[in-house]
């Protein structure tokens, strides 16, 4: 049996039923190998973190890292809804590289952008970092109430 170190434990309780949920922060498999470490990813490219967040995980064969259109210092770049798609389009480039993974890798996006009628300019960013017909699934939802000069985020899941 696998050996767990157990993160946190969590009870729901409904319709008098109790389900638990683990997270786990590391699993042993049989042979005694950790393969659920959970990895700080960092690129020079990006900069420092400016809050309490990574850049990006990967934890096993899962990479995960959220973007938004800031330069190195941090800051939003200058300009509009395309440029901030390519600035955290790079971003996250340089993430999935530090991971070993590369845009073809990436399983799922979820999106969040200011105004949903821009949709089509990011669109227009976006679609040049995947293979034409190859593209994730994707979630893409308005959100009006971002950080500040902030028009779009990005999740990316990638399998490596």
């Known amino acids: 049996m696998p050996d ?15 389900s638990m949920r683990r997270s786990v922060v590391s699993r042993t ?8 470490i959970r990895t700080q990813l960092r690129s020079d490219f990006c ?12 934890m096993g064969n899962l990479v995960f890292t959220t973007q938004i259109g800031t330069d ?5 770049v200058a300009g509009g809804i395309k ?5 955290l389009m790079e971003n996250a480039k340089a993430v999935l590289t530090a991971a070993g993974a590369d845009f073809s890798m990436v399983g799922k996006v ?9 949709i089509p300019d990011m669109n227009s960013v976006y679609k040049e970092y995947f293979t ?14 971002m950080v500040d000069g902030c ?10």
């Open 4 to 18: 767990e170190r157990i993160l946190s434990v969590h009870e729901n309780k409904r319709n008098g039923q109790t």
């Open 110 to 118: 979820t999106i969040y952008i200011k105004d949903i009628n821009m």
């Open 151 to 160: 028009l779009v985020e990005m999740e990316f899941v990638a399998v490596i």
């Open 72 to 76: 190195k210092s941090g800051e939003m």
């Open 47 to 58: 900069g420092e973190e400016h809050g309490p967040y990574a850049l990006g995980v990967k």
């Open 29 to 36: 498999d049989k042979k005694g190998e950790n393969n659920m």
């Open 83 to 87: 440029e901030q798609t390519k600035a």
């Open 132 to 145: 034409e017909g190859d593209y994730p699934a994707r979630c893409c939802t308005q959100c009006v109430d």
